[in-house]
């Protein structure tokens, strides 16, 4: 995987986020003192699972030849008693039936975002001169 990258940006809370060759921008909306520039950090963690799902539906689907033709994938996260609530809606598109659909739906717990969110997660940080 490659490094992520993140510095100030123009506006009072926009981030200038790097992946790689891709530049994105991160911040919050106007209700929380930010410029709404970019999606929220939160908003891209959503994002990293939403797309994941939906690359590992794929993945799985053209390997048994099924008849998934999309995945629509909506995630929402609330804060809720210091958790995090994560909402994940799937909507299946193709010919596929009903063992197929189930299959599927265990499927998208087994993307690799969605473990490494309710596996057992170590952040380390250090301070770089």
Known sequence: MR?????????????????????????????K?????????????????ASCT???????????????????????ITRVDDVERFQRNITLIGNLDTEQTARLLDIADKCPVHKALIGTIAIETQLVP
């Open 54 to 76: 939906g690359m590992t539906l794929k993945m799985y689907a053209n390997r048994k030849s099924w008849g998934l033709e999309n995945a629509i994938v909506a995630v929402n």
């Open 33 to 49: 003192a930010g410029s709404d520039s970019g999606p929220s950090p939160h908003e891209y963690l959503a994002a990293a699972l």
């Open 3 to 31: 490094t992520v990258e993140t510095q100030f940006g123009k506006a009072p809370y926009e981030q200038r986020v790097s992946i790689g060759g891709h530049q994105l921008l991160s911040d919050v909306d106007a209700s």
